[in-house]
Structures are given as structure tokens and as C-alpha cells.
């Protein structure tokens, strides 16, 4: 990294800089392996006030800039009145930056003219800071003065001068030609058709347990711990037989990413304790347990033909994960992954998903292709470790601006992953997968290695192929996740003949082509029921709803199974869990 090829400038307001958790956030990455940018220079616009809020009413703090006093960066204090004093300063922060590749803020003490905007009055909140502000010449006339006075202009130079400029101004505005309004909309071209249909992502047999191997390989004489060592060296008996299913969640991740970077495709995967894993069951940076040396294997395997990353991130949303999608944006052809400690914690970036992940297209014309991981599943663990909240992302789903997923076998899992890193640069789209907590270990995820080789995503699993069994179902239920394995795992499933679970693994673009011809594969079924474990407020049910009615244009019922509406996601015991 060439900390010198760019000057990242951060423009903030002085009630923003306080007020705003995010800025916060984003000056504890400055020194951040995997975030560190070789020091970005903050410029706090200070008026003085927050559109109607005082400084005393918004800051427990004297100076604007008093925040970043934990950073250990420079602040200098500069009158926006003294232009020669700001180009210093600017040339302060820009030496400083390229010299220590730190932060840097400047706190530029200034006023706000006018009001909040063209027509706010800003006389009725701060009527004696406007008065002072109504009798003082502006920075424009100040300088204008001052260089009178040395000698270095006329008077009247300066007013001509100023004229011209405004002239030239409204002789351009008065040029632009008019524009319809269509032309004024993003003109993004659409993707080719069918591209994330038409995606390969099988991979060969042979190469997968290559690729495994490889994977095991450790350096000479480094002492993984004797626990960890146990479970990875399970994975080396994982493919025996090539149709049994022992590819758990993780190994099959692991192949995606070994696969991806074998075909040419750069990795970077951060996140809360992304490098571990939440539930310890990733391990992509090994250390020796006596020397504390680091070895992470995806970056020593003989079939990678690009780079990988992996970096714990900072317990914190809405800076990571902003600094995740504008890394997106930079560098498109990487496969970019974010993964959260919780699903429930995506909750704390909620502006920049709105502002960036979802709506980069239609706001900006950027194409992300972003991937969140986010644990969800209901298991006991209380409202805050409960739910990737996948309503929210599913009310955001329009104009097919993400895709959402919610795998219930890991050779999805895998497949999922290499479609994302196909349709890079074909068809970008932020992926939001709700990943699994307690089934990253129940072998009812498990795949086998012809599942990976031969397989492909499938947006619908049906449950039964036998004729005879189709004619007897009565009840059709549709769901998403972990519900399924619960359901499917229920003592009583052996003996409901006249009942079968569907699984819509793609819930955004939805597979209504998919989903209608498996529901009409059912002839005598006489109601469908959508089963989700989330409140009847929360999960999929008010975006599924609308879709499935349209899909069964009244021919069959449709009911709904779910936990109550509920103000909290999730209970807050086990045992109300459990009677749940």
C-alpha cells in the first residue's frame, strides 16, 4: 500500500463531529491493520451552530474538534476569516499526513451567513449571533481589503474582478441546454439477462480435495494447538467417499475461497472476529501456540492465482462497513466480505446499508457487489442474538438492487460464493446471506463432495421426487433456513406423508418461475403454508406474502405459521424460547 498515491479529505459539520457516532468510529480505524489509509485530513466546517442548535446545546466539549483528542492526532484551530492562514494550514496537514501518515484535523472556525438552507431564517434561534454576523464583511471583502491596503490591488480591481467571475457564472448557467427528466435518472446499463442463471460454479472432484490438502499443510515445526489440530485434520478423511455427506459448513467455505482465488479472484474477508470465527469454526489465521507466528493457509496454497486478506474488524457497523463498500467500489474484480460477530448487530449500520449498500445504483451509478454474512436463527440467545433482521433487507429489495439468501446446506453455501465471485464484473449486486450458529455443526447442513462438484445454486429445494408422494400431500410449506432443519429433523416428519417442506433458499431476486412450477408439481395439495421462526412482523412473511398470493392467483389457500407479532425480536430466555 502507497499511502502517497491519494490525499483522503473528510469533510464534517461542527455539530456532526461530535453528534455522529460514526466519526468516532472512523477515527479509531487511522491505525488499524487492513483499514489503515496513510491518515485522511479532517476539515470541521464550523459555523458555530447545528441548523437551529448552539454549540452549549449540542457538545459537552469546548472545541469542535475536541473528539479526535483521543486519537493522538494534530488539531489546529484556523479563523476562516484569514485566508493566508488556511493555505497554511492546508499545507500543515498535507506535510504532516505524508510525513506520519496519520490523521489530521482542522477546525475551521468560520459562520454560517445565511440560515440552514435558501429559505430558513436563522434571526429567530440565534437573533445576536446574526446581528454581529449581519454588520461583519465577508471573508471575500476582508481580503479584498487587505490586499488594497498593501498595495498588491486597487479597490476597484477587486470589484471588478469579483464581477467578472459572477458574470462568467451566469453566463455559463444561462448555456446549459435543457434537459428532459429521463436523462437526469441513472443511466446504468442492465447486466446481460440470465447471467447469474447461466453461472458455473462446480467445481472438479479431484481439484476440491487438492485443494484441501493444500489447505491442511502446515509450515515445518509450526505447533498448532492439539484441539484445533483434532478438527482440522477430521477434514482429511472428508472425501473418502465422494457421495457421503461430511462436508460441513465451514470446509465447504473453504473450498469456495481456495476454488475462487485457484480461478484468479482476490479475497478480502473482514469482520468481528471474522479470522477465527464467531463460533470457531472458520480458522483462516492459525498461530503457533508457542511463538504466537501467524500462518494463514489460503495464502500459501499452490493452485491461488490472487491475493487474499483477512482481517479482524474494530466491534463496530457503520464505519467498517463503509469503509468495506468503498473498498467495493475501488476495486470491483475482489470478492469483498464483511461478516458480522451477530446478524443483530447489522442494526448500528442501518444509514450507510440505506445511503450505500442497497442504493448505490439508483443513487449514486455505482455497482457494489458487497457481501454481508450475517448468524441468524433462532436458538435461545435473547433479542440481540437472534436475527440478521432479514425484513429490513427484504423491504430495501427493489429494482433487483441485492441479492439475499439464506442457504440451508453448506454445498449452497458453496455454490452461493462462487456465483458471487462469477458475476463480479458481469452482474454485481450486493449478496446479504443469513449464515447458520448451531447448524454450522449439524450434520443435517452436511454435503458431499459430489455436491460440490456437480451441484449448482438452487434458489428452490423441493422435498420429494416420487410420484406417489407428490399426489399425497395435502398441506405444501414453504420456508427459508434453519426452520426447515428443525421441521425436517422433528420426530413426527417420518409419518406426515400428506406434507411437504419446500425451501425457498433465495429470497431476493424470488424465484417466482422456480416456486410456481414446484407448487404446481403438488396436484392434490389443498393449502400453502409459509412457516418462518421469526415474529409475524419480522422475517420474510410481509415481503413473501404479496408474491405467493400473486403465484396462487387464489387457487390454494395460503396461511401463515410464525411467532406472534412481537415489539422484540426474540424472547429473552431459553425456556420462553423453548415453549415458543
Known sequence: ??????????????AAFHGQGIVAETLNLQRLR???????????????????????????????????????????????????????????????RQTFHTDFVIDLVGYRRYGHNEGDEPRFTQPLMYSHIDSHPSVRRQWATALAERGTITPEWGERLFQQHLDRLNEIYQSLPEEPPATLQPQ???????????????????????????????????????????????????????DAATVDWATAEALAFGSILADGTPIRLTGEDVERGTFSHRHALLRDEVTGAVHIPFQHIPQARAAFEVRNSPLSEAATIGFEYGYNIQSPERLVIWEAQYGDFINTAQAVIDEFVVSGRAKWEQTPSLVLLLPHGYEGQGPDHSTGRLERFLQLAAETNIRVANATTAAQYFHLLRRQAALLLTDPLPLIVMTPKSLLRNAAVYSSLRDLSEGRWEPVIDDVDDTSARDAVRRL?????????????????GGCRNVALVRVEQLYPLPAGELGAVIASYPNAREVVWLQEEPANAGAWEFIQPRLLRLLDDRLPLRLIARPRRASPAEGTMAMHAQH
Open 477 to 493: 410449506i414453504l420456508c427459508s433456513g434453519k426452520v426447515y432443519v428443525d421441521m425436517n429433523s422433528d420426530a413426527r416428519r
Open 34 to 96: 487492513g483499514y489503515r489509509n496513510g491518515g485522511t485530513i479532517h476539515l470541521i466546517a464550523n459555523n458555530q451552530v447545528g441548523f437551529t442548535t448552539s454549540q452549549w446545546e449540542g457538545r459537552s466539549t469546548l472545541y469542535a474538534s475536541d473528539l479526535a483528542k483521543g486519537f493522538k492526532v494534530p488539531i489546529v484551530h484556523v479563523n476562516a476569516d484569514d485566508p493566508e492562514a488556511c493555505v497554511e494550514v492546508a499545507r500543515l496537514a498535507c506535510a504532516y
Open 1 to 14: 500500500f502507497d499511502p502517497h498515491v491519494v490525499l483522503p479529505v473528510v469533510i464534517h459539520g461542527d
Open 188 to 242: 446504468l446499463p442492465p447486466p446481460p439477462g440470465g447471467a447469474a442463471r447461466r453461472a458455473q460454479t462446480a467445481v472438479p472432484a479431484e481439484t476440491l480435495v487438492a485443494l484441501n490438502e493444500a489447505l491442511l499443510a502446515l509450515p515445518e515445526g509450526f505447533r498448532l494447538n492439539r484441539k484445533l489440530s483434532r478438527v482440522l485434520e477430521r477434514r482429511r478423511d472428508f472425501f473418502a467417499d465422494p
